[in-house]
């Protein structure tokens, strides 16, 4: 932690748990258009290759996924959200845009996804974003100019 005495400023050892160990972000403006492959998972640019530092830390994953729908009252379109890490899928969020929605822009900036994870060791783990879309109609993945950005936090036990 950093501490001042009054004077000058300097490091310290905290005690106990919940301290932010490292912190980690990427992100991703590339456009994936799934309404050609519904209920099948993407990977997204949004990627990170994070090495724990502590073995039974917890890791708070959060992305903002941007999506865009089109159609008529004909569809139903979902577009899901998850992440994947090391190979292990987290529960998908979904976005639904409803039946006769027409055109839809899913803008959740202000509700991004999140999972915790619990660190097993200090060996490098992949997190990825996942998306997909269910239903019909046109369903896009960063549709407009922006970014999704995922950011991995590592708090101590």
């Not at 972000?25 to 258009?33: F, L, P, V």
């Not at 993407?42 to 865009?68: M, Q, R, W």
């Not at 159609?71 to 845009?97: C, K, M, Q, V």
């Amino acid at each position: 932690v950093l501490t001042h005495d009054g004077t000058d400023f300097d490091w310290a050892a905290a005690s106990g748990g919940g301290k932010v160990l490292q912190f980690a972000t990427d992100s991703d403006g590339t456009a994936i258009n799934l309404g050609a492959d519904i209920d099948n998972w993407n990977d997204t640019l949004c990627n990170i290759t994070f090495t724990p530092v502590e073995s039974g830390s917890k890791l708070l994953v959060e992305a903002n996924p941007h999506f865009y729908c089109d159609g008529d009252a004909s569809y139903f379109s979902a577009p899901h959200a998850r992440f994947s890490i090391d190979g292990n899928e987290t529960e998908a969020s979904a976005f639904y845009g409803g039946l006769g929605s027409g055109y839809v822009d899913f803008d959740v900036d202000s509700q991004p996804i999140r999972h915790v994870y619990t660190t097993t060791g200090t060996s490098a783990i992949v997190v990825k974003l996942q998306v997909c879309a269910v239903g019909g109609g046109d369903v896009r993945y960063m549709h407009y100019p922006g970014q999704c950005v995922m950011t991995i936090m590592e708090i101590g036990s």
